[in-house]
C-alpha cells in the first residue's frame, strides 16, 4: 500500500463509507477521519479490512497521511458542522491545499466558504452528491463548483467515481465558481421533490379514483418504464407497489401518509421567490409535504368537511393513458422551471453553467435519473441560448401532444375532489407561459389606485411609468419604483 493517501474523507457515516469503497475499488488509496474515532477503527476491522484505507485518529494524522496538493472530503451535517472542520482544517494544510465539501450545504454556505478558504490561501470545492448510499458505492452522479483552481486536482478521483452514461461519459463535470455545484444539486433535489409528487398524485387518482389495488398499479408502473417516463423514481415505485409484508398484504398501504423532508426543496422554492423565478410544481410540491404532515388536521377536518363523491364512471384505460400523458407534461413543466431558476442565477452570480453538461450529469447515478434527460442535452447542444425547454422543438411537440390528456386529468380531479396540486400547477404555468397577455394590467392599476405604485403603459416605451390619480381626491405625487 502507498504510504501517503490520494485523498482524504471526514465522515464515516453511510455516504462516506461508501464513497470511500468506491474510490478505493478504482484505485485510490484512502485516508479516512471520523468525529468519533472508534467508528475509524470499526471500518478499517470491518468493510475496510485487507484495502487501500488508511486510519486517522486526528486531524492531524489524516492531513499527515495525504500527497500535496492535499486533498481532504468532508462528509458531514450540513451547517455548523462543515464550519467547524473548515477551522480544524485550516491551520494544518498549506497553499493549494483543497478542502471539499460533498454534503448537503446552501449554496450561500458554499458561496461564503469559497471565500473565507480562499482568504487563507487555500482552495475550496463544494459539490453536490446524488444517489443515495447505492449510488455513493456504485457510482454517484457529482456535482463539483467552488474554486476553479482545484478542479483539476481532483478531476480524475471524481469522474473516475461517477456513474457512467451509456458512451463512457461520466455524470460529473466542473459546475462553475462559488457556490455554483450546491445550487445545481439543490434544483435537483427540488425537481426530485417535483418528480415524486407528481407520481403520487397519479397514484392516489388510481387507488382512490380508479379503485386500482396495488397489483394493478404495478403493472401500470412497470408499462410506463419502459416509455418516455422511464425513470429511477417509476421504477422504484413500480417495485415499491410489489412489494409484500408476510402476509401478502402491501407494505405502500400500511405506511402512515405523512412525508418527511430535509428542506432541500424549501431552499430551491425560496430562492425562486429571491429571483423572480415561479418554480410552482417545486413549490406546490414542498407544501403538499407540509400538508401531509397535518395528519391530526386532516382526520378532524375529513369528518366535518365534505366534497363531491369519487365513483368515477369514466373509461378507466382513457384515463390511465391520460395519467401517463399529465405525467410526462408535467415533468417536462417542472425541469423547464428548474432550468429558468438556474439560468437566472447564473445571471445573479456571474456563473458560467453549462446547461446541456447539467442534464448529462443528471442522467446517471443520481434520484432523478431518465432517459428523459438525454433529450434536454440535445436540446441545450442545439441551441446553447435557449431561454426555456418549451421553446425547444422537442419539448414543444410532446407537450402539445401531451395536453388534451393532461387537461382531462386536471379535470377530472378536480371534478372528482381528488387533489392534484402538483399537476394542475404545471398545467397553469404551461397555460400562463404561453398567454401573450395576463391580467397582470389590472394588477397594476389596483397597486397605483391604492399606494402610487405607477404603471406602464401598452402605448408607451418600456420603463416610462405613469401614475393616475384615481379618486380626483389624490395628488400626483407616486411611489418609488421598486422591485421587492
Known sequence: MKKKADIGLIGLAVMGENLVLNMESKGYTVAVYNRTVSRVDQFIGGRGAGKKFIGAHSIEELVASLERPRKVMMLVKAGKPVDDFIDQLIPHLEPGDIIIDGGNSHFPDTIRRTQYVESKGLLFIGTGVSGGEEG???????????????????????????????????????????????????????????????????????????????????????????????????????????????????????????????????????????????????????????????????????????????????????????????????????????????????????????????????????????????????????????????????????????QAGWRRVCATALSYGVPVPALTSALCYFDGIRSERLPANLLQAQRDYFGAHTYERVDAPRGQFFHTNWTGKGGDTASTTYVV
Not at 452514461?165 to 425537481?191: L, Q, R, S, T, Y
Not at 417545486?282 to 375529513?302: H, M, N, P, T
Open 136 to 402: 455513493a458505492l456504485n457510482g454517484p452522479s457529482m456535482m463539483p463548483g467552488g474554486s476553479p483552481e482545484a478542479w483539476p486536482a481532483v478531476k480524475e478521483i471524481f469522474q473516475s467515481i461517477s456513474a457512467k452514461v451509456d458512451d463512457g461519459a461520466p455524470c460529473c463535470d466542473w459546475v462553475g465558481e462559488g457556490g455554483a455545484g450546491h445550487f445545481v444539486k439543490m434544483v435537483h433535489n427540488g425537481i426530485e421533490y417535483g418528480d415524486m409528487q407528481i407520481i403520487c398524485e397519479a397514484y392516489q387518482l388510481m387507488k382512490e379514483l380508479l379503485g386500482m389495488n396495488a397489483d394493478e398499479m404495478h403493472e401500470v408502473f412497470k408499462e410506463w418504464n419502459e416509455g418516455d417516463l422511464d425513470s429511477y423514481l417509476i421504477e422504484i415505485t413500480r417495485d415499491i407497489m410489489a412489494y409484500r409484508e408476510a402476509d401478502g398484504s402491501a407494505l405502500v398501504e400500511k405506511i402512515l401518509d405523512t412525508a418527511g423532508q430535509k428542506g432541500t426543496g424549501k431552499w430551491t422554492g425560496v430562492t425562486a421567490l429571491d429571483l423572480g423565478i415561479p418554480l410552482t410544481l417545486i413549490g406546490e410540491s414542498v407544501f403538499a409535504r407540509c400538508l401531509s404532515a397535518q395528519k391530526d388536521l386532516r382526520v378532524e377536518a375529513s369528518k366535518f368537511l365534505s366534497g363531491p363523491g369519487n365513483v368515477f364512471e369514466g373509461d378507466r384505460r382513457q384515463m390511465i393513458s391520460d395519467l401517463k400523458d399529465a405525467l410526462f407534461a408535467s415533468k417536462i413543466i417542472s425541469y423547464a422551471q428548474g432550468y429558468n431558476l438556474m439560468m437566472e442565477a447564473a445571471n445573479e452570480y456571474g456563473w458560467n453553467l453549462n446547461y446541456g453538461g447539467i442534464a448529462l450529469m443528471w442522467r446517471g447515478g443520481c434520484i432523478i435519473r431518465s432517459v428523459f434527460l438525454a433529450d434536454i442535452k440535445k436540446a441545450f447542444d442545439a441551441n446553447p441560448a435557449l431561454s426555456n425547454l418549451l421553446l425547444d422543438p422537442y419539448f414543444k411537440e410532446k407537450v402539445e401532444a401531451a
